[in-house]
């Protein structure tokens, strides 16, 4: 495993509050003098005002193009883990991803759905020798996940989304990144890992002892919860450790989170009154 990846704490560029802004990409991907994650863009870089739509699927030879409605339900299973091989801008806009693979290959079709550190994310272009694949990323995932912080060479957490014959190993995951958290602490306990997770208050509502949640696409159990400190901790066996990024990770680095939906179904059917029109109809 390249378990020396590095990882940057600080962002590549810059995601405006407004969008679109009226700078071009190249003053968009302003790169801090101290940031790892120094990357030059492969494709010329175009307005920004491209970058609200998905860029359209590059077709190469040997590849075909299956119009069909795009699956998007995961399990938080991981399937591998992919390395990152090329971040920048696209030529009809846009951002864009290149990630080399080898399982969530098998059987792709331009349009199909991968979660990528539990954020779902649409094949625009893959090799015709099935080494790699490229996904397109909006300046709001940018925004709402932890995928800014990733350089070439980085690895993910890497599952197709399910088929109706799939085996569901985990939970229901959408692939929908709810928000952000960030590690407080690491602690080992034999060959198992202690992981504490710092995050927002509105997030935390919905984490509960003994509940699921998606932790950069990993289906996972919380242990306990710890309001006044804002966080919540799990852990990790000495199997899953050496299948998934997480253990890579250092203090102080982002995690993608998405909470059980069943608790938001929940909070809106309460917040409705549905529980009292149906003790009315009773």
Partial sequence: MAAS?????????????????????????????????????????????????????KFKSGTQFHNRMIRCLFTGIVEEMGEIEQLGASNDG?????????????????????????????VTEFGTQLEDFTVGLSPETLRKTSLIELQPGSLVNLERAVQPTSRMGGHFVQGHVDGTGVIVSMEPEEDSL????????????????????AIDGTSLTVVDVFDEEECFNF??????????????????????????????????LLSSGFVDSFKASL
């Fill in 194 to 213: 202690w992981i504490k997770v710092k995050t927002d208050k509105s997030l935390l509502k919905y984490i509960v002892p003994k509940g699921f949640i």
């Fill in 94 to 122: 846009g951002f864009v991803m290149k990630i080399r693979a080898k399982t969530v290959l098998e059987g792709v079709h331009l349009g199909d759905s991968i979660a990528v550190n539990g954020t779902c994310l649409t």
């Fill in 235 to 268: 852990m990790l066996v000495a199997y899953t450790q050496q299948k998934v990024v997480i253990p890579l990770k250092k203090v102080g680095q982002k995690v993608n989170l998405e909470v059980d939906i069943l608790g938001k179904y929940v909070e809106r």
């Fill in 5 to 57: 990846a590095k990882f940057s704490l600080t962002p590549s560029f810059k995601i405006p509050e407004s969008y679109p802004p009226k700078t071009l990409v190249s003053n968009f991907l302003t790169i801090p003098s101290k940031s790892y994650l120094k990357f030059n863009p492969y494709f010329k870089p175009s307005s920004l005002s491209h970058l609200t739509t998905i860029p359209k699927p």
